[in-house]
């Protein structure tokens, strides 16, 4: 138990669906962060979040929406899906951006997109 | 351009050493972090090297030296527990802190 947790942790849907990841925080922390992991593949930053304010987006596609409504909290909106975009997606959360390196990873949630 | 290597599997027999190397090449360099994750468990931090030494935690020792762009972390006394994937990352600052991942060792202790 690393004091994130990620809802739900499995989700299957078709490409016309919209659907909602959450992770919520227990740790104080202020700093959040989507992460994709594919097989085969090195974890891939997608979005960060310093304070509720966004402040990095990897070039990931419109089809992924962030949302971070206060700093325990922080939402991944999925719509038009691509079954590539199927995989675990992983929220971290740190003390801040000047703890970058030690980041505490939620369980994550499965994604199949069909 | 950016890149980390690793292993891709590492096998070894419970109570033994085990060294899993991590080499990089990224601009900004900051610092190298380790990580271990269970199969379908979280990424769970392990240690972190800003400068050129040995860290030890416990059975699990960190190893950077900046100057080869060269990292390692050493698992000692090895348990069943210890098999799964560990991945190296780099943390780099220019501006923002970013994290590259590398792709990760499979851990695999044989009783």
């Known amino acids: 138990e690393t004091g994130v947790t990620q809802t739900p942790r499995h989700l299957v849907m078709g490409m016309t669906n919209k659907k909602s990841l959450k992770c919520e925080q227990h740790l104080g922390h202020n700093a959040m962060y989507w992460y994709k992991q594919s097989a085969k593949k090195p974890l891939e930053l997608m979005f960060v979040y310093n304070f509720k304010e966004q402040t990095e987006n990897n070039s990931v596609p419109s089809r992924f929406s962030p949302e971070c409504p206060n700093s325990s909290h922080l939402f991944l909106h999925l719509h038009t899906l691509q079954p590539e975009d199927s995989a675990l997606y992983l929220c971290?959360?740190?003390?801040?951006?000047?703890?970058?390196?030690?980041?505490?990873f939620g369980p994550g949630t499965r994604l199949l997109v069909l | 351009g950016q890149s980390l290597e690793q292993p891709s599997e590492v096998t070894a027999v419970e109570g033994a050493i085990v060294q899993i190397n991590c080499t990089y090449q990224t601009s900004g360099f900051y610092g190298l972090s380790w990580y271990q994750q269970h199969d379908g468990g979280a990424p769970t931090f392990l240690s972190y090297?800003?400068?050129?030494g040995l860290e030890e935690t416990g059975r699990f020792s960190s190893f950077l030296s900046r100057s080869d762009s060269y990292g390692y972390l050493l698992l000692q006394e090895l348990q069943m527990k210890d098999s799964a994937s560990y991945f190296c990352a780099v943390v780099e600052r220019s501006g923002t802190y970013k994290y590259i991942f590398g792709t990760g060792t499979r851990l695999k202790v044989l009783a």
């Open positions: 971290a959360s740190s003390q801040d951006l000047e703890g970058y390196e030690t980041q505490y």
């Open positions: 090297n800003a400068l050129d």
